[in-house]
């Protein structure tokens, strides 16, 4: 097993953005295993941070700049370590290259120091079912796996500890860590696109061009033996040129006789992008097949929780866009009957709701609207289903929210919490955070 400490030691980094995930913690905290001489940054207070200085209390090379940035930290530098979100106009990214200060992230300076095989998976949305399955898949097979990326409490460069010549590290990619990569230029050997949807636009300042670009570093710097498999839906769009091996996933590549327990076309969708590039890097239609019939999905993605009184539970909670809500929608809706009770709303990521506002009188009986800025942008045309039939309310807080949706649902109708916003806003830091709280809060109502 190799040792990077030494590429680390005496080195004078920034870390810009701890937060509270575990992903930036757990990475300052590899940093200053190796010797390195730390400035951590991030513009949340001491008191917001507190959980995370906690862990890293014992370093004593780490001196901390919170509640703000300042440019000097971005001077005489080595290297600045950015999280995801940092802006892309940020002055002080711009101040670290403006002095010849390498700007890196964590999974690509993971790959770069590494040096083993990297599966990356990118898309809008699928792309941590298709993460987890292919997971699965490869455990099964017999692989060693480290999971990595935009996996919950994972600091991806802790991982460095397990790499063995045999490894081979899976990453979960947003558009964010893939501008490390792009920065870097660099792509995964096995890369997978599986949607491209409206997402992030508050971001990218309404240019999804710009969100496409970060996107499609997950091809862009691959070479001809390396493997691309993109959803049928991306075809359109895959104008840059893609060097590797350019596989589309369709509806031939999962067997009709295959049964998959999560619900919904467009995780048949995502089976169909796992189960190629499986089958691309050798492994066997057995091993798959079994993975791919008993996998029940992953936390806060169309999960179904149980059923209740007759009333089935599923909490989608990582659904933060309106066209994800909309899958969920048709997944788990009956076409011949309106009977599900959706909970609906979040903070605004300034998307288009008109699809969502279609499909919504289609499926859903009752409608509870979970008051937030991206709520009231949805919230008239909601109340005007009230004339079609359907019971519409608007609560502040998941704990009424979820209370009236309980109160609402009658045996045979199934509760969807499908938000089709982002979490951040007044009632939480993330949307792990919002997930765990609606589970709390269904976990009580099997104890009432």
């Given at each position: 097993?190799?040792?990077?400490?030494?590429?680390f030691?005496?080195?004078?980094?920034?870390v810009?953005?701890?937060?509270?995930?575990?992903?930036?913690?757990?990475?300052?905290?590899?940093?200053?295993?190796?010797?390195?001489?730390l400035i951590?940054?991030d513009?949340?207070?001491?008191e917001?941070?507190?959980?995370s200085?906690k862990i890293?209390?014992?370093y004593?090379?780490i001196?901390?700049?919170?509640?703000?940035?300042n440019?000097?930290?971005?001077?005489?530098?080595?290297?600045?370590?950015?999280?995801?979100?940092?802006?892309?106009?940020?002055?002080y990214?711009?101040?670290?290259h403006?002095?010849n200060?390498?700007?890196?992230?964590?999974?690509?300076l993971?790959?770069?120091?590494?040096?083993?095989?990297?599966?990356?998976?990118?898309?809008t949305?699928?792309?941590?079912?298709?993460?987890?399955?292919?997971?699965?898949i490869f455990?099964?097979?017999?692989?060693?796996?480290?999971?990595?990326?935009n996996?919950?409490?994972v600091?991806?460069l802790?991982?460095?500890?397990?790499?063995?010549?045999?490894?081979?590290?899976l990453?979960?990619?947003?558009?964010w860590q893939?501008q490390?990569?792009?920065?870097s230029?660099?792509?995964p050997n096995?890369?997978i696109?599986?949607?491209?949807?409206?997402?992030?636009?508050n971001?990218y300042?309404?240019?999804?061009?710009?969100?496409?670009?970060?996107?499609a570093?997950?091809?862009k710097?691959?070479?001809?033996?390396?493997?691309?498999v993109?959803g049928e839906?991306?075809?359109?769009?895959?104008?840059?040129?893609v060097?590797?091996?350019?596989?589309?996933?369709?509806?031939?590549?999962?067997?009709?006789a295959?049964k998959?327990?999560?619900?919904?076309?467009?995780?048949?969708?995502?089976?169909?992008?796992?189960?190629?590039?499986?089958?691309?890097?050798?492994?066997?239609?057995?091993?798959?097949?079994?993975v791919?019939?008993?996998?029940e999905?992953?936390?806060?993605r169309l999960?179904y929780?149980?059923?209740?009184?007759?009333?089935?539970?599923?909490n989608?909670?990582?659904?933060?866009?309106?066209?994800a809500?909309?899958?969920?929608?048709?997944?788990?809706?009956d076409?011949?009957?309106?009977k599900v009770?959706l909970?609906v709303g979040?903070?605004?990521?300034?998307?288009?709701?008109?699809?969502l506002?279609?499909?919504m009188?289609?499926?859903?009986?009752?409608i509870?609207m979970?008051?937030?800025?991206g709520?009231?942008?949805?919230r008239?045309?909601?109340?005007?289903?009230?004339?079609?039939?359907?019971?519409?309310?608007?609560?502040?807080?998941?704990p009424?929210?979820?209370?009236?949706a309980?109160?609402?649902?009658k045996p045979?109708e199934?509760?969807?919490?499908?938000?089709?916003?982002s979490?951040?806003g007044?009632?939480?830091?993330?949307?792990?955070e919002r997930?765990?709280q609606f589970?709390?809060l269904?976990?009580?109502?099997?104890?009432?």
């Open positions: 097993m190799q040792n990077y400490k030494e590429q030691k005496g080195k004078k980094i920034t810009m953005g701890l937060g509270l995930l575990g992903r930036g913690v757990g990475d300052t905290a590899y940093l200053a295993e190796c010797g390195a001489n951590v940054t513009l949340k207070s001491k917001q941070l507190a959980s200085l890293l209390s014992k004593k090379n001196s901390y700049r919170l509640g703000e940035h440019l000097e930290d971005f001077k005489n530098r080595d290297m600045i370590l950015k999280a995801a979100g940092v802006p892309l106009d940020s002055i990214v711009n101040e670290a403006k002095n200060i390498p700007v890196e992230m964590s999974a690509s993971f790959a770069k120091v590494a040096g083993i095989k990297v599966v990356g998976i990118t898309g949305r699928g792309k941590s079912t298709v993460t987890h399955l292919i997971n699965q455990k099964l097979a017999g692989k060693k796996v480290l999971l990595g990326g996996v919950r409490g600091s991806t802790q991982l460095l500890k397990k790499v063995t010549p045999n490894s081979i590290a990453f979960e990619l947003d558009s893939l490390g990569f792009g920065d230029k660099i792509s096995i890369s696109f599986t949607t491209f949807l409206d997402d992030h636009l971001y300042k309404g240019n999804r061009d710009l969100y496409f670009d970060d996107k570093n997950i091809f710097y691959q070479k001809e033996e390396d493997i691309f993109a839906g991306l075809v359109k769009r895959l104008h840059a040129k060097r590797a091996r350019a596989l589309v996933a369709r509806e031939k590549d999962l067997p009709k295959w998959l327990k999560i619900p919904g076309e467009h995780n048949r969708l995502n089976a169909q992008c796992a189960v190629l590039a499986a089958r691309r890097m050798g492994i066997s239609e057995k091993t798959i097949r079994k791919v019939e008993n996998y999905g992953v936390e806060g999960q929780i149980r059923e209740i009184k007759g009333i089935k539970i599923y989608d909670n990582n659904s933060t866009t309106p066209d809500t909309v899958a969920a929608l048709r997944a788990v809706g076409k011949k009957k309106r009770v909970i979040g903070d605004d990521k300034k998307l288009d709701t008109k699809k506002l279609h499909e009188p289609k499926w859903c009986s009752k509870v979970f008051k937030e800025r709520t009231e942008t949805i008239d045309a909601v109340f005007k289903f009230k004339k079609k039939g359907i019971e519409v309310y608007e609560e502040e807080g998941l009424n929210t979820v209370k009236r309980y109160s609402l649902a045979g199934t509760i969807l919490y499908s938000p089709g916003f979490s951040f007044k009632y939480f830091n993330n949307e792990y997930s765990d589970m709390k269904i976990k009580n109502l099997l104890y009432a």
